[in-house]
């Protein structure tokens, strides 16, 4: 193993300029002569923390009552600020232990938005290989489409000036590790953050990932004159009763195919009973005349026979 040694006399650490100073490879053994053209010079730049830290932007982020896990995990991704002073403010509106509402405003004068958090998914359910440094600044990457339609521009205005760590921010880290990306499709902004590797500076994404659905841009800081809204945006509540109707819809078209079978299956059986060729050899019957009594019918005299007696019977029986 090698490492890099800075030679004595070098001491520019302290000052605010950068400085040049020269480096020889530690080896074990003290260095020959051959050794001596691997000495090189490098230089080293002035300390990020010497700066001044002028941009000090204060972001308050708070929720309503009824949020869920996933909600909370969304809150502990970015800084929780103090809440006096903030000319930011994200707030999370939870409706109904179901539909997640974000607020991103400019206070105390606006502009301010309101989007539906949707496909919310954390890093527990992602389970991605990728990590980066707590407090460590984050680049914005932006799609194109943000600087072609005025409500976007204003939109990445508001997301840079709340996303972004403030350049020689004292709890921020002196390098780049992380990406942070706003991608509009599908009317919809995706958010993704993904790490940077060192190695052949490609991304490799770490969540969370969340889709902004945005609904209105309001000219004051939450509510005032609306400057934008979403045609295309659909409420949760309307959106679960066409799926609620549409369910419906299939369930009586079910019903309806059954019950068309069963009148089908009834008629073929009634066919299956009735015999085609009884019908073939039946004359009609004749006509008779109606005949209408309309005097009573003479009463019936009762004859009596005459028994003989059984001497008589006995004698006609042997003849």
Known sequence: MSAFKRKRGGQGLIDNKAKKVKFIVDLDEEPSETEQDKKREATIPAPVSLGKWTNKERVLIFSSRGINFRTRHLITVLQVCEIKNCNKCLFFEAKKKQDLYMWISNSPHGPSAKFLVQNVHTLAELKMTGNCLKGSRPLLSFDPKFDQEPQYALLKELFIQTFS???????????????????????????????????????????????????????????????????????????RREIRLAAAARVREKQMVKEIQKVKRTEAKEDLEKDVTADVFLSPAEEKPVHIQTEAPEPKVAKKKHKAFKRQRMQMARR
Do not use: C
């Open 165 to 239: 760590t403030p350049r020689y921010h004292p709890k921020s880290q002196p390098f780049v590790d992380h990406v942070f990306t706003f991608t509009i499709a599908d009317n919809r902004i995706w958010f993704r953050n993904y790490q940077i590797i060192e190695e052949d500076a490609s991304l490799v994404e770490i969540g969370p990932r969340f889709v902004l659905n945005l609904i209105k841009i309001f000219q004051g800081s939450f509510g005032g004159p609306t400057l934008y809204e979403n045609p295309n945006f659909q409420s949760p509540n309307m959106h």
